[in-house]
């Protein structure tokens, strides 16, 4: 593969993405730093969605280096890089709360799917981690200040809300783990979903949660009734495609809000850890707000949206 040939798609504190033209087609390379993930875990990740793929899911299936081998490993020192290869999408990302209703019913199939299979599922290697394993719950009283101690403090109640639901083979398997618009692709009116980085193992509830998180604007950007139309626009018709292809007992529904919590307790930790402080008063608007609403959410424990679910 000619490096000149490549185009730089991503570049962040976890991983590298790049474009170029593999066995005459176009082609995403994955490269991976040992800090963020070691190689059994992204050939686990791999066996996941190829098992999928094979399954019939509209995924970015794995690819094979001519030694027919899913992964490279890069030694440097005393860390490496594991490169990776996957089919490339002509999709274009998800267009929050624009996209049409069959479009949010189609997603609700697919995550359907994956759930369901997830439930057959008998890896071969080794196992994803845990939701706790996540690394920005696992950072998260290292980055976020002590000042904060309301949101430590929701989080410590999160954690333990969490740990004592019912863990089950129809509620709780391998999941995607980070189901937002730019992980969900609109070929066409249909749906491809890609980069399973961060699946995990969880509650199927936490997959239905997250989208709903992303596809709700922010009050900054539209607030009120709307914004709550907006939520159950999605909510209605992601539930209806979800349960042509995969039955979850309602009442894991009413679960929703916790993991929503966890997500904006996530992404707080995030911003904390990635995001330059120093220079705050540059930070786009959206990022200012997103925050301080997060936070006051976590501090007040005021419902992300106004939902019955």
Not at 114 to 119: F, G, I, K, M, R
Request: glycine share 4%.
């Amino acid at each position: 593969m000619d490096p000149e040939s490549l185009t730089l798609l991503k570049s962040g504190y976890e991983s590298c993405v790049l474009r170029g033209p593999y066995k005459n087609k176009e082609t995403i390379i994955k490269v991976t730093h040992s800090s963020h993930r070691e190689k059994a875990l992204i050939e686990s990740e791999l066996e996941f969605v190829r098992y999928l793929a094979e399954s019939g899911v509209p995924v970015a299936n794995a690819l094979q280096f001519p030694n027919g081998s899913y992964t490279e490993l890069i030694e440097v020192d005393d860390s490496s890089f594991t490169v990776s290869l996957f089919e490339y999408s002509h999709g274009l990302r998800a267009k929050i709360a624009e996209e049409k209703s069959e479009f949010y019913q189609c997603l609700g199939e697919v995550v359907g799917r994956v759930h369901a299979l997830s439930q057959k599922y008998k890896p071969l290697h080794n196992k994803r981690d845990e939701w706790k394993e996540n690394h920005a719950l696992r950072q998260f009283k290292q980055v976020v200040p002590d000042s904060l101690s309301k949101v430590h403090e929701r989080l410590d109640r999160l954690l333990v809300s969490i740990e004592e639901l019912r863990k089950s083979n129809d509620s709780y398997g391998l999941i995607h783990g980070d189901i937002y618009p730019g992980n969900y692709l609109n070929e066409n009116g249909q749906v491809r979903l890609i980069d399973f980085d961060r699946c995990e193992t969880s509650w199927f509830v936490s997959d239905i949660a997250m989208p709903l998180f992303y596809e709700t604007p922010i009050p900054w950007v539209v607030d009120g009734e709307r914004r709550r139309q907006i939520a159950l626009r999605f909510f209605n018709n992601f539930m209806e495609g979800y349960y042509k292809t995969n039955y979850l007992d309602p009442a894991w529904l009413k679960k929703i809000p916790l993991f929503i919590d966890l997500r904006q307790a996530v992404v707080v930790s995030t911003i904390f850890r990635s995001y330059d402080f120093s220079n705050y008063d540059s930070w786009p608007q959206w990022d200012k707000e997103a925050l301080k609403f997060y936070i006051t959410n976590l501090e007040t424990n005021t419902p992300y949206i106004d939902i019955e679910f």
